[in-house]
């Protein structure tokens, strides 16, 4: 029993250390508050959907910043692959937007801002579905007749 609670004890704080000794800096801080995606991903969600073979995505971050975006996609394997890779440099208005590929099944974003030692990232994941199942569905569709 009392090597349990010493186990307890040590591994408390072991793992309360590093919470305790890290404090971000006004200059990280700024920057991951001015990393911002305004469109083409909700962020909110787990996982969204879509028949789209390609998706804008635009946001905001510090003028000089790089921002890559990496996308991974299931294989016929069932393993994840990179299918795309983008790198933008954000210019004087603050801004960036690129426009990436889709493949059917899941497709893993990943979105980083880097500049000098400063970085921020953001993830999400969107599921493109087959064109044949939207058919599909607009085709058993039907609406109520109203009386």
Same mark, same amino acid.
């Given at each position: 029993? /009392?090597?349990?609670?010493a186990?307890f004890?040590?591994?408390?704080? @072991?793992l309360a250390?590093p919470?305790?000794?890290?404090? %971000?800096?006004?200059?990280?801080? *700024? @920057?991951c508050q001015? @990393?911002?995606?305004?469109g =083409?991903?909700d962020?909110? #969600?787990?996982t $969204?959907?879509? @028949?789209?073979?390609?998706?804008t ?6 003028? =000089? ?6 996308v991974?996609? &299931?294989?016929? /394997?069932?393993?994840? +692959? $990179?299918?795309g890779?983008y790198e !933008?440099?954000v ?5 960036f ?7 059917? =099944? &899941?497709n893993l974003?990943t979105? /980083?801002?880097?500049k000098?030692e400063l *970085?921020? +990232?953001?993830e %999400? *994941?969107i599921?493109r579905?087959k064109?044949e199942?939207? *058919?599909?569905?607009s085709n058993? !569709?039907?609406?109520?007749?109203i #009386?």
């Amino acid at each position: 029993m /009392k090597k349990l609670t010493a186990l307890f004890i040590f591994l408390t704080i @072991f793992l309360a250390l590093p919470l305790n000794s890290y404090a %971000a800096s006004p200059e990280a801080e *700024s @920057f991951c508050q001015n @990393f911002v995606i305004t469109g =083409g991903l909700d962020t909110e #969600k787990e996982t $969204e959907s879509t @028949f789209d073979k390609s998706r804008t995505i635009s946001g905001t971050a510090e003028i =000089g910043s790089v921002v890559t975006i990496e996308v991974l996609s &299931e294989n016929t /394997k069932k393993e994840l +692959c $990179e299918s795309g890779f983008y790198e !933008i440099k954000v210019g004087s208005s603050g801004y960036f937007s690129q426009n990436i590929d889709l493949l059917i =099944g &899941e497709n893993l974003i990943t979105i /980083k801002a880097k500049k000098g030692e400063l *970085s921020s +990232c953001v993830e %999400a *994941s969107i599921k493109r579905k087959k064109s044949e199942i939207k *058919s599909e569905l607009s085709n058993n !569709i039907s609406v109520p007749k109203i #009386k």
